[in-house]
């Protein structure tokens, strides 16, 4: 096995210019080119010999060398001349499978093609387990990790570079501008950690903004507390649509005719929230309860007027 291929920014710029081809911006390719940051991605994902990886947006194949070298690996690459770079690169690895596919089928559901490798890799041993480990093109960060935590994939890890702009918003906390949707799901389902900060001159092409490494891993606890994860989902994206409005009139349309007023009034008076109150002002744990209790009083359980004992 040839060792990690050195993805350096003379390396690629020599690479480039020997096949005639340059980076598509449009694709996201802002290659990773400082050896050290490679490295500390492959030293947080601790990877061992029972872990199946997931990497999309192979690119030239640099940090699936390094991936290679600690465990299987499921890498995919969109670009067709990047795929052919990065076979080059993995030649005789025979635990890596590089896929020329779009890692995405919809914005909902990760490809088939994709969830079937990656479920042929676990399937070897029933000790596997599945890390996300990954320079991801910005564009396809977002609704892959989204999907990967709603799918029923045993993932253990994810150590990711995205945009910083993103990162803010998986830890952002009530009341601030970057609290969202998406950072509700996450923080009801993960751990969440900014590794390092990074910009734009460790990447080439050097990208507009600054990027991160996060570190994501499962919260079982927290995420046990959900009562319908798909309803969860659905709810909190339609509520921080409607963030600013009064949650109360939000609910009620939300759920009209299925609940009445007054069953979403008693709702909202036994966990003692105000009239006055937003979407964007309420903690991941209150809106994981108010939501448990909605799903419970539309199958017709009987409203508690204490707290809700499933909530985190």
């Not at 210019?17 to 601790?46: K, S």
């Not at 590794?195 to 903004?209: A, E, H, N, Y």
């Not at 007023?261 to 991941?284: G, Y």
Request: glycine share 4%; with cysteine; proline share 5%.
């Amino acid at each position: 096995m040839n060792a990690p291929q050195r993805q350096t920014r003379t390396h690629l710029i020599s690479l480039f210019q020997q096949q005639g081809l340059h980076p598509r911006g449009d694709l996201g390719q802002n290659f990773l080119i400082d050896l050290n940051l490679l490295e500390l991605i492959v030293q947080e994902a601790q990877l061992g010999p029972d872990d199946v990886v997931l990497e999309v947006g192979a690119g030239t194949g640099g940090l699936t060398t390094y991936l290679s070298a600690a465990a299987a690996v499921v890498s995919v690459e969109y670009d067709p001349n990047m795929y052919a770079l990065a076979s080059l690169a993995i030649a005789g690895r025979d635990n890596v499978t590089l896929l020329n596919t779009d890692a995405l089928k919809s914005k909902s559901q990760i490809a088939p093609v994709v969830m079937d490798a990656v479920r042929r890799e676990l399937a070897v041993d029933p000790r596997r387990k599945l890390k996300l480990v990954a320079n991801l093109p910005y564009h396809i960060s977002t609704p892959l990790i989204a999907n990967l935590i709603a799918s029923d994939l045993p993932w253990e890890r994810m150590v990711v570079t995205i945009q910083w702009e993103l990162a803010e918003r998986m830890v952002a906390k009530p009341r601030s501008g970057d609290y969202s949707a998406l950072s509700v799901f996450l923080q009801a389902h993960c751990r969440i950690k900014t590794i390092r900060k990074l910009g734009p001159t460790v990447f080439w092409p050097k990208p507009g903004v600054d990027s991160a490494i996060v570190q994501i891993d499962p919260n079982f606890e927290a995420s046990s507390q959900i009562v319908n994860r798909h309803e969860f989902q659905s709810f909190i994206r339609d509520i921080f649509t409607q963030r600013r409005k009064r949650l109360r009139g939000v609910v009620a349309n939300l759920f009209k005719p299925r609940l009445s007023k007054s069953q979403v009034d008693a709702i909202f008076a036994a966990m003692t929230l105000h009239e006055e109150t937003r979407a964007e002002e309420l903690e991941v744990k209150q809106l994981v309860e108010l939501s448990n209790r909605l799903q419970r009083c539309l199958s017709g359980e009987t409203l508690s007027t204490g707290p809700d004992e499933t909530a985190p």
